[in-house]
């Protein structure tokens, strides 16, 4: 079977005992979820394997997950909070700042992960044949480790400054989902592109660093909209940092509902248009990368 043959396919027969023909599937994205499922164990195979690659040899290993949002809240603490003077809405800033940390964090380390997930599969996709879209999905996934553990940090914060655990509490997986559909959104688009224009790897980190500051981590969403109008609300960080937020902290932190369905419109049209570039150009990845 060919290595290079990685379209949609289906299995339409058999031509002899140990020989398949492959054909593309006709549709607008042309996902088989029937295949995914299918290939489901390697899913999670693939996912494990992200988890142990990025703290392997690393000497304080899973820690990191534990220090890198602790040391982030610090420093956003101290400039925003302290120097810059930024409103908290009346909430302890730690954990005004450590919620909305929770979604940014995630979607950060989804994206660096899963933009170079093909390329760093090249051995893998040019010997064997499975559908390529559980590599950058994998790889949004294996955050979800490092997302549980920032849960427990955050759970300790709130019972060390007595902020009330409130039923909002139950929205914070709703929350999670949605983050993690605009994590892929992108991933799909950018690991797909670094395929052929390896500058992504460059485009990447910028946007990561550039991000954190026009997301509303160290500060409330409604200076952003003062300042830039409902506009603001088409980065769908926006949205769901207050979310987050709203499911913490409560009355007062409710998202500006436009301004999140208008974020959450823009996941949906980047997760069709980049699975529907990723199903095109799957096709092409074992023999360009």
């Not at 979800?144 to 849960?151: C, E, K, Q, W």
């Not at 940090?153 to 559909?181: E, H, K, Q, R, S």
């Amino acid at each position: 079977m060919n290595a290079g043959m990685d379209s949609a396919p289906a299995i339409s027969g058999l031509m002899s005992s140990d020989e398949q023909v492959l054909r593309p599937r006709r549709g607008l994205v042309a996902i088989d979820f029937g295949e995914l499922w299918r290939f489901r164990e390697l899913f999670w195979l693939l996912a494990w394997r992200n988890v142990l690659i990025r703290y392997k040899q690393a000497y304080l290993g899973v820690g990191w997950a534990v220090l890198q949002p602790l040391l982030t809240m610090a420093v956003f603490t101290v400039v925003f909070g302290k120097l810059a003077g930024m409103s908290s809405g009346g909430a302890p800033f730690a954990v005004f700042n450590f919620a909305a940390l929770l979604p940014w964090m995630f979607f950060a380390n989804a994206l660096s992960e899963s933009s170079n997930s093909l390329v760093a599969s090249q051995n893998l996709i040019t010997k064997v044949y499975f559908p390529r879209l559980l590599i950058p999905t994998s790889a949004v996934l294996s955050g979800a480790l490092d997302f549980l553990i920032s849960i427990g940090l955050l759970l300790l914060l709130m019972a060390w400054y007595g902020v009330a655990f409130t039923a909002n509490l139950l929205l914070m997986p709703v929350f999670f989902g949605l983050t993690f559909l605009a994590a892929l959104a992108a991933g799909l688009w950018f690991s797909a592109l670094n395929v052929r224009y390896r500058d992504v790897k460059y485009i990447v980190p910028f946007i990561v660093r550039l991000g954190i500051y026009v997301s509303p981590v160290g500060f409330l969403s409604a200076k952003g909209y003062e300042f830039l109008g409902p506009a603001y609300g088409l980065n769908p960080l926006v949205g769901l940092i207050d979310g987050f937020r709203w499911s913490i902290l409560g009355a007062g932190f409710e998202p500006y509902w436009p301004g999140f369905w208008l974020g959450q419109a823009v996941v949906a049209v980047l997760l069709v248009s980049g699975a529907y570039y990723f199903r095109t150009m799957e096709k092409t990845f074992a023999d360009v990368i």
